[in-house]
Structures are given as structure tokens and as C-alpha cells.
């Protein structure tokens, strides 16, 4: 083995790269596709792109991009969005930066974290670039066991990941029982609530997570620009907690993390809720599509409150081969411990129109 290698920190070593949905170009190359003619179906990216307002922010800013970023006015506004001092708010370089700078403050060799099996990558990733030890926690029906999660932490355990909704599996925890399992941690726990999908949730079953951050001061909540505003290209998101909590994520924040075009475009986003509602209108309407055809197949899918859906495919590693050579790409799940299911995110009408057509043909040549 080189030098080079084997002296690098051995909690590093050990570390699997993150895998990325596989990039359209990519597939492009590799079956010789035209780039136009694919489906992406695999990073839960909002098929409408971004709000036009955020995309004529944009545009307006790029003569400004000679000067180091100010990012006064985008914290400005998601503390008004959110009706919270702005002492209480991080920026991120996507919300990964978030979950990033949180494992830098809590985590190191000596320490631990606890997730949930098939729960968000990054947590194990975040955690184990420290040194920290990884408590990985049984799943329950595919999503979060908040009791047993609660029962695996140990005196060194500093943060406790949760995803609600979760990626991939797309599970939900009620608020009430959320909330309630919250209050039983003890207090030097960080709790990460990781709300990517928070938009998608549907009315009946929201409720404002961020009110808890006035009874629960190890709180952390994080949010994206990624998933419903259709920005996850410009890499941009925010952490809502405590003030002290916050400070300590700013000292080890690089000074510079949000570029101009990113916050320029987010302050706009938020001051488009009609491109938000339009969004999910779409998702609600495709995902009960998609579930009805997958009834009709005989195939099981996870009740999602997200941007995506994951099904139950027998011999789902052959059937997303079928689906990429058909120019479809969605997101096999065997890295989370799911080798029999694939995750779909919902796209426009005529992308899942595709990704369907795609599947009944993989299907029936398996
Ligand atoms: C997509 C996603 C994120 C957001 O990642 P960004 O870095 O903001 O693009 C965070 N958490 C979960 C669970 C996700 O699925």
C-alpha cells in the first residue's frame, strides 16, 4: 500500500464515498443516448426547476459575483419566514454543509452518533469523517424506531440524527410522537431534525417544528433549498436552532460558504410560495399516479410523504439496468441495505408516463 494511504487517518480510510444518483451525461456516454431523450428520476430534484423569480434574482446578480458574498439579507429573510431572531440561523452550502458543521462542533474520536438503518447517508458519513462512532439503529417498517433510538444512546453519544421525512424510504413520524420522544433525550444531545421534505408533508399532518426550538435548546432543524425550490445545483440551505448552537456552527463555518448566486436566488424562493404550492400540488397528483400503477402491478411501495417514492422490485438490480438502457434512471437502494428496492422520485406527467412504460418492459423481460 502507498504511504500516501495507509498513514491517512484510519477513520477516513474507512469511509464508502457517497454515492450520487448517476449523472444524465454519464448515461449519455455510456449507451451511447441522446442527453435529451433521458428520464432522471434519482436525486428527488423538483421536475419544475426553480421559481422564475429565484431565476431572475439570478441572473440579476451575476455582475456582482467580483465581490465576496454578504449573506445579511438572505438570513434576514428566512428569520422573517420563519419569525426567529437571525442569531438563531446558519447557512449552508446545501443542508450537507449543515449536517457537516454540526458533526465538526459535537463529534470526534471518543464520541458517537445515533441514526436509524436506511436513513439519510450523510449522517454515517458526517459522523465517521470525525472519528465518531456510528450507532446504527433497527429500523421499523422501514422508517425511524424512536424508542430504540432513544435506548442506543450512550453516555459519549453527542447527536442524534432523525430525517422526517426520511430519504430514501420516504417514512414519517407523527409529530406528537416526534415531539415526544424529543423531550426524553437528555439535554447534551444535539438533535438533528433533518426536514428536506418538510413542504411535501401534507396539511393535515404539518406542524411547526419550529415553535419546539423555544422548549428544546439542543434542537437543531434543517432546511433546503434542493428539493421543492428546485435548486439543487446552486447548493443552498439553512439551520435553525439555538443562538448558542448557531455561534458555535458560524466559528467553524468556512466564512464564505454561500456563493451570491445561491442567496440571491433563495431570497427570492422564499417569496414565491405560489411556485412552492404548485410544486406540490404536482407531487401529490403524480405520487398517487405512480402508487395506482404500481398497485396495478402487483409491485409494494412505502408510504412516502416525500418528492419520491421506493418500491419493491424483485431482482431490482436487473430491472434498473433494464431502465437505464431504456434511458431511465432512477436510484437503486442496495448501499442503504435495500438491494430489493428501487427509489423513484416523482417528475413531470410525461417523465413518469415514461419511467412506467420503461418498468412494464424491464418487467417482462426479467
Ligand atoms: C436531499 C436531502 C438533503 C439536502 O441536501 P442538500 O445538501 O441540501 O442538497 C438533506 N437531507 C436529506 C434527507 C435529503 O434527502
Not at 464515498?17 to 432522471?40: C, D, H, M, N, W
Not at 446545501?94 to 471518543?110: F, H, K, M, Q, T
Not at 441514526?115 to 422501514?142: K, N, P
Not at 434511458?327 to 410525461?350: F, N, Q, S
Request: with cysteine; net charge neutral; proline share 5%.
Amino acid at each position: 500500500m502507498e504511504l500516501a494511504y495507509s498513514e491517512a487517518l484510519p477513520y477516513v480510510r474507512s469511509i464508502s464515498p457517497y454515492q450520487p444518483g448517476k449523472p444524465i451525461t454519464e448515461l449519455a456516454r455510456e449507451f451511447g443516448l441522446a442527453v435529451g431523450s433521458i428520464v432522471k428520476l434519482a436525486s428527488n430534484e423538483n421536475p419544475l426547476g426553480m421559481s422564475p423569480k429565484a431565476r431572475g434574482a439570478m441572473l440579476a446578480e451575476i455582475d456582482g459575483l467580483a465581490r465576496y458574498p454578504d449573506d445579511y439579507e438572505l438570513k434576514r429573510s428566512v428569520a422573517e419566514h420563519h419569525d426567529l431572531g437571525m442569531e438563531r440561523i446558519v447557512l449552508g452550502n446545501g443542508s450537507n454543509d449543515l449536517l457537516e458543521l454540526i458533526a465538526r462542533v459535537y463529534l470526534a474520536s471518543g464520541r458517537s452518533a445515533v441514526f436509524s438503518r436506511h436513513a439519510f447517508a450523510v449522517y454515517a458519513l458526517a459522523t465517521q469523517a470525525t472519528g465518531a462512532e456510528c450507532i446504527e439503529v433497527a429500523a421499523h417498517e422501514f422508517g425511524h424506531d424512536l424508542d430504540a433510538m432513544l435506548a442506543a444512546v450512550r453516555a459519549d453519544t453527542r447527536v442524534v440524527w432523525i430525517a422526517n421525512p426520511n430519504n430514501p424510504t420516504g417514512t414519517f413520524l407523527p409529530y406528537a410522537e416526534l415531539k415526544s420522544a424529543l423531550r426524553r433525550l437528555p439535554e447534551q444531545v444535539i438533535v438533528v431534525l433533518d426536514e428536506a421534505y418538510n413542504a411535501y408533508i401534507p396539511p393535515n399532518e404539518q406542524a411547526d417544528t419550529v415553535q419546539w426550538l423555544h422548549e428544546l435548546p439542543n434542537l437543531v432543524i434543517t432546511r433546503t433549498f434542493s428539493k421543492v425550490y428546485g435548486m439543487a445545483g446552486l447548493r443552498i440551505g439553512y439551520a435553525l436552532t439555538s443562538a448558542a448552537i448557531a455561534d458555535l456552527m458560524n466559528r467553524v463555518r468556512q466564512p464564505f460558504n454561500c456563493n451570491n448566486l445561491a442567496l440571491a436566488a433563495a431570497i427570492a424562493a422564499l417569496d414565491d410560495q405560489a411556485f412552492v404550492e404548485r410544486s406540490v400540488a404536482l407531487n401529490a397528483q403524480e405520487m398517487t399516479r405512480l402508487c395506482t400503477a404500481f398497485g396495478r402491478l402487483g409491485l409494494d411501495s412505502i408510504p412516502s410523504r416525500g418528492n419520491f417514492i421506493t418500491v419493491r422490485v424483485p431482482k431490482a438490480a436487473a430491472v434498473n439496468l433494464a431502465l437505464l438502457k431504456q434511458g431511465v434512471i432512477v436510484r437503486p437502494l442496495a448501499g442503504y441495505g435495500m438491494p430489493d428496492h428501487l427509489r423513484v422520485t416523482i417528475g413531470l406527467a410525461e417523465e413518469n408516463t415514461r419511467f412506467l412504460a420503461a418498468l412494464e418492459t424491464a418487467l417482462r423481460g426479467r
